[in-house]
């Protein structure tokens, strides 16, 4: 794929007419708008245009459909795998003036939004309604970033992801149409799933300009505990046997004895250094008892150590501050170091094993790795810290990132769970669904012709 | 779309050399495989192959995507919308014989099936493991067949639909290459979701010959009831605070006072001729007594009926008598008449406006039509009946149907919950997608660019 630079300065031309002030070359704004908060080296567009509505963007997309010109839409910046680069240069468009929540439907449990909120305020917004959006990716992305990189989470496990909890969308396309796909009803069958294939589609398809996302109502009851295991089978044993018994555990998180050591020391924490289990139920009063009751009776059968539950909002979270702080106490363990975040998922058969293999590739690397896991669904992330000058290291690193795909694979798992593709696991999809790739090619070449959308992501 | 008979008798003598006596031209052979359970005029194959594997039907697919030859999967032909109609000719492949379960994954709670299995030979197989697959449509369809008209049915509200329940698949594409989309894992950010385009592609992007299948836990406990209302609205806004209030019905059905009426002659009930609702409830023993609980409260709220129900099997089945017979009830309501099943769905929100207006509108047409809706989702079911050779009658339906469906848009909804396209809709889609409509288009033209699988359904 190559652009003209020329057409990008005259497309940029064009829109700085229309946008004014709110088309910035700025060295800042523009390298604020390349990734930031990665691994991955900055990439900045050639511009950045803060855009208000669909036309806009839609007029946008027609300049530069026209011309040639790269289009990267920019929601928080948080995604983990490069997705907001510019290697290819271009105008990035910064979502985050379209952050309005436009329709709750209270009886639906829907709600329509803008692409730029972030899923705290709309949950800050939903509040008083007694209803939440559910997916929780940890850092505070924008809706329209999360369903572009089908993002999940903790509580994937009883929510779904992203792709469960998008009923419809308004998108722009590569050429400026605006279209409508999916809708509001629960479900369809009414032709192809468009929602879906745009979720997840990382920018390449279209840009997102709406959503109509489900709802769920704030559960009555949260109970919040912690146990931990002699060793990860038994760890992984207890998740099977609560996913089996259709147990409808809200989240159900892991951390490895180094992230459980890192955690000690960064919380004040006094938690045995063997790996930990942290679960979480949403219901009724009574399910909730039941729910706690049948999770304490499988951790009985399978460690000593006593499981601590709580149903009261300040001591449960005292019991989770392992996880809260879990990624600061992962930095922790070097200061200064940067974190490569990884993450593959496997069936929940084979996590155990998978993780066990990978703690022992990186004792025998000598590499500083904490584990932290979605168990439910076999999810798990590995944060190899370096100095940001150590190259030594950071070859190490890269070379450990790609063995833990190709392990995740032999286990019958995916390359990402959860943080996409991006610029950093191009090789991994070839590697995971090959000829599929071909057919994902396909409908790029037939959204996008000219290939301006988000170029150099997801596909080499 | 033309194609030319030469082309395709030639295919077919290419492939009677590969197959013998498993290619069949036999008149009744191929009627059985045009479209039956419908409707629809019968418009049958030209020939018909029982295939055996996957590499047949690439083999298949390479000889016709060479000479241009229609190719229509078929299941067990119990989809509803003429979607194994043969209206341009071209072969069929009958699907049945590829009906073994590859894989039971106990710990994963997956399973790896072949398309021809239908879903009770499947739940038969499973039973010992004490896993079951959920998707109910009501026919014992094959796996095939439902994932590739996106089918769900009565537990929709609480499993999904099939779109929810299949991790990944084997696809033979229309040029005859074998790839694999998704997989074994929970959940994956690995590019395009390809998976859930194939779900509901109706067999005109490929042909579907391995399916992975989420499963449950068969639940400890089943509890069934019924309850009738004064009105629709009552009826519906039970259905409303069921959900809003978290409460984890496995299926919630309503019937109307027609199909009420119906089941009491039919079923020698004695049911109060008002708005109807069956609930099912899945879990442990406590936690279903919590769900029948608060159910109960909402139905005190909302009736002066009483809520009856049952955990006992037996009992439970007698309550439920009318949902099971339904079908059959409405048929005995004008002895010999033909059914034209039709299906829309709309937010719950909506629901009892639109059933009451398609009620009016049945009674202002003289139509004699009952209601059946999977109304967790807001999906209802209208069946007008006539006699075969009543002329005048099957266009008021026509007629009708089409109101139906634009009553169901413009109440938000979609043209098919559940039926899908197939012929009958084409129309319908684009009133409802839009220019999304030209981005499906352009998919498919990717895939199959001779557009020799499953002519004539989906678009116009």
Chains 1, 2 share one sequence.
Not at 56 to 71: A, R
Not at 173 to 193: E, N, Q
Not at 356 to 382: M, R
Request: proline share 5%.
């Amino acid at each position: 794929m190559t652009f003209n630079q020329d057409s990008i300065d005259q497309a940029i031309g064009v829109l700085k007419q229309q946008f004014g002030d709110r088309l910035s070359v700025s060295r800042s704004v523009r390298e604020q708008h390349g990734h930031t908060t990665t691994r991955m080296p900055n990439q900045p567009p050639d511009a950045v245009i803060f855009a208000e509505n669909a036309d806009e963007i839609s007029s946008i997309m027609q300049t530069c459909h026209k011309l040639g010109c790269p289009v990267i839409a920019f929601g928080a910046g948080s995604s983990l795998e490069g997705h907001v680069n510019a290697p290819h240069g271009g105008i990035s468009i910064d979502m985050s003036q379209l952050d309005q929540v436009l329709v709750v439907n209270n009886e639906d449990l829907d709600v329509v939004v803008q692409p730029g909120i972030t899923r705290e305020a709309l949950n800050d917004f939903l509040r008083d309604s007694g209803l939440f959006f559910p997916i929780d990716p940890g850092a505070n992305a924008s809706i329209g970033g999360m369903a572009a990189t089908g993002a999940s989470g903790t509580n994937a496990v009883r929510y779904g992801t992203m792709r469960d909890n998008i009923l419809g969308m308004q998108v722009v396309t590569a050429d400026g149409r605006i279209v409508r796909v999916g809708g509001r009803a629960r479900k369809s069958s009414a032709g192809y799933d468009l929602t879906r294939l745009f979720i997840g589609s990382e920018g390449t398809l279209g840009i997102i300009t709406e959503l109509t996302l489900r709802l769920q109502g704030i559960p009555e009851v949260i109970a919040g505990g912690i146990c931990s295991f002699p060793n990860l089978h038994a760890a992984c044993d207890a998740v099977i046997m609560t996913v089996q018994m259709g147990i409808p555990v809200a989240r159900i998180e892991l951390l490895d004895p180094l992230q459980v050591r890192a955690c000690n020391a960064y919380s004040k924490l006094n938690l045995p250094e063997e790996p930990l289990l942290l679960v979480e139920f949403h219901g009724s009063a009574i399910s909730v008892e039941d729910d706690v009751k049948r999770f304490a009776e499988i951790c009985a059968d399978l460690t000593h150590s006593p499981f601590q539950w709580s149903n009261e909002p300040e001591q449960r979270s005292k019991l989770w501050k392992a996880r809260h702080d879990a990624y600061w106490a992962a930095l922790a363990l070097i200061p200064g170091a940067k974190a490569y975040a990884t993450d593959v998922c496997v069936p929940i058969s084979n996590l155990a094993s998978c993780v066990e293999e990978t703690i022992k590739d990186i004792k025998e690397n000598g590499l500083t790795a904490p584990i932290v896991g979605h168990v439910g669904d076999g999810n798990f992330h590995v944060l190899p810290l370096a100095m940001p000058d150590d190259d030594a290291m950071n070859d190490k690193i890269s070379a450990f990132a790609k063995r833990l795909t190709t392990r995740a694979l032999a286990f019958g798992g995916t390359c990402t769970g959860e943080h996409g593709v991006g610029q950093g696991k191009r090789d991994s999809l070839r590697e995971e669904m090959g000829d599929a790739v071909d057919l994902m090619a396909g409908i790029k070449a037939s959204f996008d012709p000219v290939g301006i959308l988000n170029p150099g992501k997801v596909f080499n």
